[in-house]
């Protein structure tokens, strides 16, 4: 099949024109990028069952996953939160095993939405242009509509529920620090012999317990690592009713060697409040998208690559940032 493709850049001069595409070039300015990009929401009518056909939403330091993992419960599905710099910083064992090893990422937790009902069907899906994820979850008992992102300039996940003959419960399960990669040697995994059996057999001592606290109906869980070595603050408020509409606001912050990461989440939150209070929360979020994608445009006369192509796109600008970090979220 002879694909026809129209890319119009920012960064390049004039128009790059591909195979038999010169009949088809458009004005960047008469884009609807809108319009453009609705064909290409992700949508879902199965139930996600794990983390690689998850909804996702990032700004490139937090994000979220939303699925209901294998061995769940079935009136339950879950916001798996994620943060880019969540690292171990213990030094190695001896100073000669793997570092890799040791600058590990680490598990964080999630928030759990238990409904009365088993969940029976979903119906989601994720708004590119807004970069927001919105649907309905159907239950033996009911329903509820769902709403979530995370903010294109703050780092808040918001998340809400509007429940419909149904009671939704949100909890926070912290998940313990752990290198994957170590539990997965310790199972037998990996690589066998050598230096591995020393890595796999070196003592691992897990940091205390986390600390769980409220302060002004807002609920925070502080993860020391290990010999203090950073922390992590995951914070979080629900606002309004289970059987009705509520809304999660969450916020994470992972500090090393500073020890703040409780006092920038409860920055974080309050931030998110005042935004929602002069009704700009929403419309900040937004205007960060909406000026990304017209920074480029492609367009292939093959609807799934052209999709593809856009999903990145919106994958990218969830993931990192151009003043951020390697892309490295979740």
């Known amino acids: 099949m002879k694909l026809k493709i129209v890319l119009i850049a920012a960064a390049v001069i004039g128009i790059l024109r591909f195979a038999g595409a ?8 008469n884009i609807d990028y809108e319009a453009f990009l609705k064909q290409h929401n992700m949508v879902w009518d199965r139930i996600p069952n794990r983390w690689e056909v998850a909804p996702f939403t990032g700004n490139g330091n937090v994000g979220f996953l939303f699925y209901r993992a294998q061995g769940e419960a079935k009136n339950v599905i879950s916001i798996y939160a994620g943060r880019h710099d969540y690292y171990d910083h213990r030094e190695p064992h001896d100073g000669e095993e793997r570092l890799w090893i040791y600058r590990s990422r680490l598990p964080l937790g999630h928030f759990n939405l238990t409904s009365k009902g088993a969940i029976t069907n979903v119906d989601l899906r994720l708004d590119l242009w807004n970069a927001e994820l919105t649907g309905r979850i159907e239950t033996t008992k009911g329903s509820y509509a769902v709403r979530g992102f995370s903010h294109s300039l703050h780092d808040v996940i918001y998340f809400e529920t509007d429940a419909d003959n149904e009671s939704i419960r949100v909890t926070w399960h912290p998940d313990v620090p752990k290198a994957p990669v170590r539990t997965t040697l310790e199972a037998g995994g990996g690589p066998k012999g050598g230096g591995w059996d020393k890595v796999r057999n070196a003592p691992y001592e897990l940091p205390p317990e986390p600390t769980l606290t409220e302060e002004g109906g807002v609920r925070f869980c502080f993860q020391p690592l290990y010999k203090e070595r950073g922390e992590t603050t995951t914070g979080w408020e629900v606002l309004g009713e289970p059987s009705g509409k509520q809304t999660l606001l969450a916020s994470v912050h992972h500090s090393f060697p500073e020890h703040d990461s409780v006092e920038r989440v409860k920055r974080n939150l309050q931030k998110a409040r005042a935004l929602l209070a002069d009704d700009s929360f929403f ?45 490295d979220l979740m």
């Open 22 to 29: 010169a009949d088809s070039v458009v004005s960047q300015t």
């Open 283 to 327: 419309a900040t979020h937004r205007k960060w998208w909406n000026e990304y994608y017209p920074l480029s445009f492609l367009t292939i006369n093959d609807p799934e690559k052209e999709a593809f192509y856009w999903i990145q796109m919106y994958k990218f600008a969830s993931a990192t940032r151009g003043n951020g970090p390697v892309m």
